[in-house]
């Protein structure tokens, strides 16, 4: 309570009336951003004790007591995703609005029917030996990024994770028995993540799931932890959402451009002909550069089908935050739906084992010099609007609730430099 607040105060009440307010005023504040529940076993009633429960991608978290009982009393502003684990379980997730604290919630969650060594292998997949080093590298490479930190975090639970190749994409799927625990060396943190996808194929890679994240220790942190939490923070999806929800993006220094998409339709006939060869014929053309599989044409043909799905052309009027944001009938900020393609670039320096990163992964063989002029290229990223309606918070936002990350925030996303929603820099 401030200064001037309680000078009115003893104004105008009596000591006593004072001292009352004093006292159970903040408790009563408290109690109105109040969010408690109980959880329990869906088939006996019984209370879970020990279940996790989390504010997704924070480090706001809760144990179930042993009544099954939790509270929280600390939840950001904005529409927010309530996460429920428990081994042998299937993870709960409940989306709720601050601005309907308090709160008080009952879950039941359901066991799981079947674990990973008890499902057979389909005929869709086969299952990858995770002790090959190849294998396990390929998986670590995607799931943790290729970035300065990967190698300062260590997958704590290996075993509950199994590697599947995908006859039909050729690529590699990853599913896990238990939230992925991480030990982020480099960040210092803890990060339960639960994998609901992971796929990589020559389309590109599907990373999603659900992490709470916990402090390795309770020390205060080193100025070379902070640093680096910094260095992963300025530039990235967090920081940019952040921004348009304040229209403060030019200030923190994101340049933003619509993008107009046109369907490539002689690709579109070219694949429909592709298509319809056999399977021995069209896994020659696509695998071999030389093919002839479609006579004197072939050549042709093949530089179509590594042509681009679809033509992007980028305005050249720069955007601010009201251009592609709008408040919708519950009073929530989302991204306009009529802009749902953007150039997002970052101008501010980043930090520099980041960007040669970033550069190595998206350009290996192109800007070897004269950084600052690359920058525009390298800190470039698409962003794509992948549902309907997509909410933007004050502070914590699901990075992956309905966008498609390409580029720099696809590029510099992954476990090793995810940040919690609720860092503050």
């Not at 309570?1 to 000591?15: A, E, N, S």
């Not at 030990?183 to 990589?200: C, H, M, R, S, T």
């Not at 479609?294 to 590594?306: C, E, H, P, V």
Request: include cysteine; proline fraction near 3%; aromatic fraction near 10%.
């Amino acid at each position: 309570m401030c200064k001037i607040t309680q000078i009115i105060l003893h104004m105008i009440l009596p000591k006593k009336t004072i001292l009352f307010l004093l006292i159970f005023l903040p408790q009563v504040l408290l109690a109105q951003n109040m969010l408690s529940g109980k959880i329990i076993d869906n088939d006996s009633g019984k209370a879970v004790a020990g279940a996790n429960i989390y504010i997704n991608n924070t480090t706001i978290g809760r144990m179930s007591n042993e009544e099954g009982f939790f509270s929280f009393d600390n939840i950001p502003l904005g529409t927010q995703e309530l996460v429920i684990t428990f081994v042998g379980y299937e993870t709960i997730s409940y989306s709720f609005s601050s601005s309907q604290l308090p709160l008080k919630l009952d879950f039941k969650l359901k066991q799981k029917t079947q674990e990973l060594d008890e499902v057979k292998i389909g005929a869709d997949y086969i299952v990858l030996d995770s002790r090959n080093p190849k294998n396990w590298q390929k998986f670590k490479d995607g799931f943790l990024g290729v970035t300065p930190y990967s190698d300062q975090c260590v997958i704590q639970n290996k075993e509950d994770i199994e590697l599947r190749y995908i006859k039909e994409t050729r690529g590699m799927k990853a599913v896990a028995k238990r939230p992925i625990v991480i030990l982020n060396k480099a960040l210092g943190y803890i990060v339960e993540y639960d994998l609901q996808n992971f796929e990589l194929s020559s389309l590109g890679r599907s990373l999603v799931g659900k992490s709470f994240f916990r402090e390795l220790n309770d020390k205060e942190l080193s100025d070379k932890k902070t640093k680096l939490r910094n260095a992963s923070y300025y530039g990235s999806m967090i920081h940019f959402l952040r921004s348009v929800y304040s229209n403060t993006i030019s200030t923190e220094g994101f340049e933003v451009r619509s993008i107009t998409r046109s369907k490539n339709t002689e690709k579109a006939r070219v694949l429909k002909i592709i298509a319809q060869l056999d399977y021995a014929r069209k896994s020659e053309f696509i695998v071999n550069k030389n093919s002839t599989a479609l006579g004197d044409s072939s050549a042709y043909y093949k530089k179509i089908f590594n042509e681009p799905d679809n033509f992007e052309t980028l305005s050249i009027n720069l955007l601010n935050s009201d251009d592609f944001k709008t408040v919708n009938s519950s009073g929530n900020t989302i991204f306009k739906t009529k802009d749902t393609l953007l150039s997002v670039t970052f101008t501010k320096p980043i930090d520099a084992d980041i960007y040669r990163s970033v550069k190595n992964n998206l350009y290996p063989n192109k800007f070897q010099d004269h950084r600052d002029k690359n920058i525009y290229e390298v800190n470039k990223s698409i962003v794509e609007l992948k549902r309907k309606e997509v909410i933007i918070n004050p502070k914590v936002n699901g990075i992956s609730k309905g966008l498609r990350l390409t580029g720099f925030f696809s590029s510099i996303y992954g476990i090793s430099t995810l940040l919690p929603d609720d860092y503050e820099p």
